[in-house]
């Protein structure tokens, strides 16, 4: 029993170790989020902080303003698919996140913060962008969405083979040490 957990570690840290890059960056998540721009308009009472600043059409950002003395505020802009709803944030101020439409032309787009008490109002700015996707191979047919969806759902083709060899490797091993044993006349 010791040694199939032995291969099966041995065989995770071999197949970490020659992992190409897409598929570790795959497997790390998403990137980290670009740096939080902060809005600041002469004519508002607080500030918004919009996390990421630049966003693709669809996409989600996150927004902080701590200008509101109350526990809610709304949110709204041209780019949002509905109005953002704040509420307190564990770190202080408010927080909400908010979705941009996927028809939001790539441009600045303004946001207006208003408390929900009358206590203040803040403005800031997103910009979204739109992403050209030009093809430069093949696209993967067969099975219509869920050709990518199979490609990341988990180990692959090289992945298995490298497996089945490190599993072989250690079964000759095991059997190797076995025979040893049994000429040696210990068992």
Same mark, same amino acid.
């Given at each position: 029993?010791?040694?199939? *957990?032995?291969?099966?570690?041995?065989? #995770?840290?071999?197949?970490?170790?020659?992992? !190409?890059?897409?598929? #570790?960056? #795959?497997?790390? /998540?998403?990137?980290?989020?670009?740096?939080?721009?902060?809005?600041?308009?002469?004519?508002?009472?607080?500030?918004?902080?919009?996390? !990421?600043?630049?966003?693709?059409?669809?996409?989600? +950002?996150?927004?902080?303003?701590? +200008?509101?003395?109350?526990?809610?505020?709304?949110?709204?802009?041209?780019?949002?698919?509905? $109005?953002?709803?704040?509420?307190?944030? #564990?770190?202080?101020?408010?927080?909400?996140?908010?979705?941009?439409?996927?028809?939001?032309?790539?441009?600045?787009? &303004?946001?207006?913060?208003?408390?929900?008490? &009358?206590?203040?109002?803040?403005?800031?700015?997103?910009?979204?962008?739109?992403?050209? +996707?030009? $093809?430069?191979?093949?696209? *993967?047919?067969?099975? /219509?969405?869920?050709?990518?969806?199979?490609?990341?759902?988990?180990? &692959?083709?090289?992945?298995?083979?490298? /497996?089945? /060899?490190?599993?072989?490797?250690?079964?000759?091993? +095991?059997?190797? *040490?076995?025979?040893?044993?049994? *000429?040696?006349?210990?068992?």
């Amino acid at each position: 029993m010791r040694s199939a *957990r032995l291969t099966l570690c041995a065989g #995770a840290v071999f197949a970490a170790v020659l992992a !190409p890059a897409p598929i #570790a960056l #795959a497997a790390a /998540g998403p990137a980290a989020p670009a740096p939080a721009a902060v809005a600041n308009n002469d004519e508002s009472h607080g500030t918004v902080t919009v996390t !990421p600043s630049t966003v693709a059409a669809g996409g989600e +950002v996150d927004l902080r303003v701590d +200008v509101c003395e109350g526990r809610k505020a709304i949110g709204t802009s041209e780019a949002f698919s509905s $109005p953002a709803h704040f509420s307190p944030a #564990a770190d202080g101020g408010l927080f909400a996140e908010a979705h941009i439409r996927s028809d939001a032309r790539g441009r600045d787009y &303004g946001i207006t913060v208003k408390c929900k008490d &009358g206590s203040g109002s803040a403005n800031g700015n997103v910009t979204v962008v739109h992403h050209r +996707v030009d $093809p430069t191979a093949p696209v *993967r047919a067969g099975g /219509g969405g869920t050709a990518l969806a199979a490609e990341s759902a988990g180990p &692959g083709t090289r992945h298995t083979l490298i /497996g089945l /060899g490190l599993a072989g490797a250690a079964a000759v091993a +095991v059997a190797a *040490r076995s025979a040893r044993k049994r *000429r040696n006349g210990t068992h």
